[in-house]
Nanobody
Framework: QVQLVESGGGLVQAGGSLRVSCAAS????????MGWYRQAPTKSRESVAT???????AYSDSVKGRFTISRDNAKNTVSLQMNSLKPEDTGIYFC?????????WGQGTQVTVSS
């Protein structure tokens, strides 16, 4: 089973930037889609950004224009650049990878945005 390891979370002030990355234990070319989800306290997990094997990206309305997802096939990583962060962006950010309807999840990395 593939392992996904997130890194790069932390504490930042509102308006600041963070970059979170996800390293896969195998080639990410085999995944149909990869992405980032987040879960805030007392809320359900929600999709933030996705990127297909062909490079097509999609974003939730709440982060569009502020976040950018990218992938590095050579390094087997998917990253999320987060700019103009808001307190409501606070949560645990999870890396997700799907291959043939099978989902894989990382352990998550905490992102906290202070006001």
């Amino acid at each position: 089973q593939v392992q996904l390891v997130e890194s790069g979370g932390g504490l930042v002030q509102a308006g600041g930037s963070l970059r979170v990355s996800c390293a896969a234990s195998e080639s990410i070319l085999s995944f149909d889609i990869m992405g980032w989800y987040r879960q805030a306290p007392t809320k359900s997990r929600e999709s933030v950004a996705t990127i297909t094997s062909g490079g097509t990206t999609a974003y939730s309305d709440s982060v569009k224009g502020r976040f950018t997802i990218s992938r590095d096939n050579a390094k087997n990583t998917v990253s999320l650049q987060m700019n103009s962060l808001k307190p409501e962006d606070t949560g645990i950010y999870f890396c997700h990878a799907r291959r043939r309807f099978i989902s894989n999840w990382g352990q998550g990395t905490q992102v906290t945005v202070s006001s």
